[in-house]
T-cell receptor
Framework: EAGVAQSPRYKIIEKRQSVAFWCNPI?????LYWYQQILGQGPKLLIQFQNNGVVDDSQLPKDRFSAERLKGVDSTLKIQPAKLEDSAVYLC????????????FGPGTRLTVT | QQQVKQSPQSLIVQKGGISIINCAYE??????FPWYQQFPGKGPALLIAIRPDVSEKKEGRFTISFNKSAKQFSLHIMDSQPGDSATYFCAAWDNDMRFGAGTRLTVKP
């Protein structure tokens, strides 16, 4: 079974630039999560999708972050404009459906904002 | 907002020793408590998990102890091996997953 795929693996941008991350979840998984993991901290949920609908985006800084999951499969997370404090690893995870199901994480995208 | 407090921040154990990581929570609505293992450059991977109606769960060398009244749970790694060196995160689920800050475990050969 193929795991969660993410790209790019690394990205370096200057502040005020924009950046986008892509995630392809495990086939058949209805729920997709984006997490932000700042160095030395645990992952923090940014947004949760169920199929192509947003379930929870309460911790997403909506003035600069946006995410979509068209057709209920792949997802894109965008930051525009980026700030220095956005430097982190952005993790995508998927699970069979909502609730207490194992979340499978991708390798993450390490973003450095200079 | 940290809802799951994890300690210690780092831990060094000799090969063959027992590694113990502790977590505490406040939200009594949490109903699922997983532990994740993360190696450098990789995403977290589920190691073991427990529901609050069980006080202990063991899988191989890994054991979760859960104290509902104290709102605490811990991970015990028996016979720790150098390959166990990684960062461990406790987490708690209540409609979304809340992670602790992580414990960096180093097992010395």
């Amino acid at each position: 079974e193929a795991g969660v795929a993410q790209s790019p693996r690394y990205k370096i941008i200057e502040k005020r630039q924009s950046v986008a991350f892509w995630c392809n979840p495990i086939s058949g998984h209805a729920t997709l999560y984006w997490y932000q993991q700042i160095l030395g901290q645990g992952p923090k949920l940014l947004i949760q999708f169920q199929n192509n609908g947003v379930v929870d985006d309460s911790q997403l800084p909506k003035d600069r972050f946006s995410a979509e999951r068209l057709k209920g499969v792949d997802s894109t997370l965008k930051i525009q404009p980026a700030k220095l404090e956005d430097s982190a690893v952005y993790l995508c995870a998927s699970s069979f459906t909502r609730g207490v199901y194992e979340q499978y994480f991708g390798p993450g995208t390490r973003l450095t904002v200079t | 907002q940290q809802q799951v407090k994890q300690s210690p921040q780092s831990l060094i154990v000799q090969k063959g020793g027992i590694s113990i990581i502790n977590c505490a929570y406040e939200n009594t609505a949490f109903d699922y408590f997983p532990w994740y293992q993360q190696f450098p450059g990789k995403g977290p991977a589920l190691l073991i998990a427990i529901r609050p109606d069980v006080s202990e769960k063991k899988e191989g060398r890994f054991t979760i102890s859960f104290n509902k009244s104290a709102k605490q749970f811990s991970l015990h790694i028996m016979d720790s091996q150098p390959g166990d060196s990684a960062t461990y995160f406790c987490a708690a689920w209540d409609n979304d997953m809340r992670f602790g800050a992580g414990t960096r475990l180093t097992v010395k050969p």
